[in-house]
């Protein structure tokens, strides 16, 4: 079985501040794939980003960065100097090679960015 | 940008109502999926579908059916709404890759039953 938790239900900030959302997982598998998904007051959910179990990397691209440690099981995705459109529900998501190969969801990260 | 739609947008209907959810993909994705998504927020996975005549239960049970008769669609049918199936509906598909393709979202459907 696996599990995606974000712990933080919502956050609050005010623009220019920089704003970390965390992402733990669990997983048996050594192969797996993390994902981040933005779902804005319209209901869609925009893809982000995704990670594959064997790349470590960080990345980034522009304001945005994720952190990458597999010894916390960790994936988490840091806005710098946020915005207003960056108000939104983030989900960080994981998707095994066995099985169904569906994503299992986080319960989401309401994130308010006050002007 | 990824090129799935769902319709309606919007639903509200009466208790005992049959609807059906309709999803379509013109990217040719063998894989669709159904995930519920609830007022607190969660997304769940209600039905998956690996490719034409295939389809799967998810993670959470769903009175609703699914069908896949063609590649590109997948509708969704309940055959007598409930107001405990008021959600929003989002569909989504992937490509032949598994390990290398993300899921792409439709725009959801939000349904409300009276």
């Known amino acids: 079985a696996q599990k995606v938790t974000q712990a933080q239900t919502e956050i609050s900030v005010v623009e220019k501040e920089d704003v970390t959302l965390d992402c733990v997982y669990e997983?048996?598998?050594?192969?797996?794939?993390l994902f981040w998904y933005k779902q804005p007051p319209s209901g869609e959910l925009v893809f982000l980003i995704r990670?594959?179990?064997?790349?470590?990397q960080n990345e980034i691209s522009g304001r945005y960065s994720w952190n990458f440690q597999k010894s916390t099981s960790s994936f988490n995705f840091t806005i710098t100097a946020s915005q207003v459109v960056d108000s939104a529900v983030y989900f960080c998501?994981?998707?095994?090679?066995?099985?169904?190969?569906?994503?299992?969801f986080g319960s989401g990260t309401r994130l308010q960015v006050q002007p | 940008e990824a090129d799935i739609y769902q319709t309606p947008r919007y639903l509200v209907i009466g208790t005992g109502k049959k609807i059906t959810l309709e999803c379509s993909q013109t990217?040719?994705?063998?894989?669709m999926y159904w995930y519920q998504q609830d007022p607190g927020m969660e997304l769940h996975l209600i039905h998956y579908?690996?490719?034409?005549?295939?389809?799967e239960k998810g993670d959470l049970s769903s009175e609703s059916t699914v069908s896949r008769i063609r590649t590109e669609h997948f509708p969704l049918t309940l055959e007598s709404a409930r107001p405990s199936h008021t959600s929003q509906y989002l569909c989504?598909?992937?490509?032949?890759?598994?390990?290398?393709?993300?899921?792409?979202f439709g725009p959801g459907t939000r349904l409300t039953v009276l």
């Open positions: 998501a994981l998707r095994t090679d066995t099985g169904r190969r569906a994503l299992t």
């Open positions: 990217m040719g994705h063998d894989k």
């Open positions: 989504a598909s992937s490509g032949a890759e598994w390990a290398f393709n993300e899921q792409f």
């Open positions: 990670r594959n179990s064997f790349d470590e």
């Open positions: 997983t048996r598998d050594t192969t797996y794939y």
């Open positions: 579908s690996y490719g034409v005549n295939s389809t």
